[in-house]
């Protein structure tokens, strides 16, 4: 698989992480640090970013859809991912744009794979097949402990933990499992940040990691 094709001006930078690790958050900062740097920034999210990918994100994260089934799940993701890709990522790059991606290939990766337990080698092949055979020029992946991301996310709720919170941590733990695999196994693509500290702290990491990445 090669890196964004050469005839994109572009950047795509991807952030990555676990429920929890302040992502959304970081994103916004770090954008604004690069813009005030002098960069040209297209922030957008994954599932969604485009009407038709905003649409198909409804169907996966409705509560009322109990009974969708894993593989149509991250086939959902997949699809929602191909038209994002076409409609706003690949026309930011060839406007020589850097784009920040809230979420992207290596969450299908850590969710469906590690978190439901789908194959990895079906993932990567319809990653692949969704972005032509592409990848990010550089992945940031937030790291948090699970109980630390899913206290974060529960921080108002003092009630006691239930067998569902219980299943949570567990899906939690593989999740940043997959996303620690994933940063093993391509230590040029993806960074890890620790997310376990103070935002002002993690934002810049960020950023010095970007810059010395659009120095290269
Ligand atoms: P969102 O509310 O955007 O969560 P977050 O702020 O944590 O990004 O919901 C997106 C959810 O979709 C999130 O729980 C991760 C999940 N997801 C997958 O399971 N697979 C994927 O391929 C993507 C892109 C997201």
Known sequence: MENVKTDQKGQLITLEGPDGAGKTSI????????????????????PGGVTISESI????????????????ELLLYIAARRQHWVERVLPALAAGKLVLVDRFIDSSVAYQGYGRGLSVNDITWLNAYA???TKPQLTLLFDVPSEVGLARIESADV??????????????????QGYLDLAKADPDRIKLVNANQDLETVVATAFDLVQANLAK
């Not at 994100?57 to 149509?72: A, H, P, Q």
């Not at 006691?160 to 999740?175: F, I, P, Q, S, W």
């Open 57 to 72: 994100r409804k169907i996966i994260l409705d509560v009322e859809n109990t009974s969708m089934d894993n593989k149509t």
């Open 131 to 133: 972005i032509d055979d």
């Open 27 to 46: 994103l916004e900062k770090l954008a604004s640090l690069l813009e005030a740097a002098g960069y040209e920034v297209v922030t957008t999210r994954e």
């Open 159 to 176: 009630r006691e933990v239930n067998r569902l919170d219980l299943e949570k941590l567990d899906m939690h733990k593989r999740v940043r």
